[in-house]
């Protein structure tokens, strides 16, 4: 038996990991069971020291600031692998990853994955689409991203003007390059549609 594994892919601030635990969440509430459980691509993020002596700290949370390898690798295993593990999380206090942050039972058939860079057609990142069963591209309007991720940024200990020249300099330039592969996902869904039917 394989896991069924399901992307959630999206510009940062888009709201995938609220999507993703709704999901999960509905889904253990219909079986009874731990039937879903999410696997936050961001537990894959270099650590702060990697980052700082590879000269990317100030670009953190772009595409070549992950352990994708060791991402794709862990998804494989997940996937092929129905055996209870545990799945690395970003902690947004300490500003690094927390290693076993997510538990996946024998019970859980059902991985949903989340991240920015799930779609992108780049050297490591273009071997996470095959191992998605279905995925989908959460869309949202640039400003209203901008908005969500200076606030993001500043309830994390951030300086305002600090925040918005990081929104400005990296976060929304990942939101471009993540957009430009959007058409790799089976469906894309708008922000306002979530909305809508809430």
């Known amino acids: 038996m394989t896991r069924f594994v399901v992307g959630i892919a999206g510009p940062p601030g888009a709201g995938k ?11 253990n509430a219909q079986s009874g069971a731990h039937a879903a459980e999410v696997a936050p691509m961001d537990g894959f993020h270099l650590d702060n020291a990697t980052l700082r002596r590879l000269g990317k700290a100030a670009t953190k949370g772009a595409a070549d600031t992950f352990a994708v390898a060791e991402y794709v690798a862990a998804l494989r295993r997940l996937r092929d692998d129905p055996a209870p593990t545990t799945w690395p999380a970003y902690d947004r206090t300490r500003h690094a990853p927390a290693a076993d942050a ?8 059902i991985v949903i994955t989340e991240g920015n860079y799930l779609l992108l057609d780049a050297p490591g990142w273009a071997e996470v689409r095959p ?5 989908y591209y ?5 400003a209203d991203l901008a908005d969500r991720l200076v606030r993001r940024h ?10 918005r020249r990081k929104v400005a300099e990296s976060d929304l330039r990942n939101a471009r390059l993540v957009a430009a592969h959007r058409d ?7 922000i306002q549609d979530l909305q809508s039917d809430s």
């Open 184 to 190: 790799r996902a089976d469906e894309i869904i708008q």
């Open 138 to 142: 959460l869309d949202a309007d640039p």
């Open 17 to 27: 990991s609220t999507l993703a635990q709704a999901i999960r969440d509905w889904i």
């Open 131 to 135: 191992l998605l069963d279905l995925a």
């Open 102 to 109: 997510v538990t996946f039972d024998a019970e859980t058939g």
């Open 154 to 163: 500043v309830a994390g200990g951030m300086e305002l003007a600090a925040a």
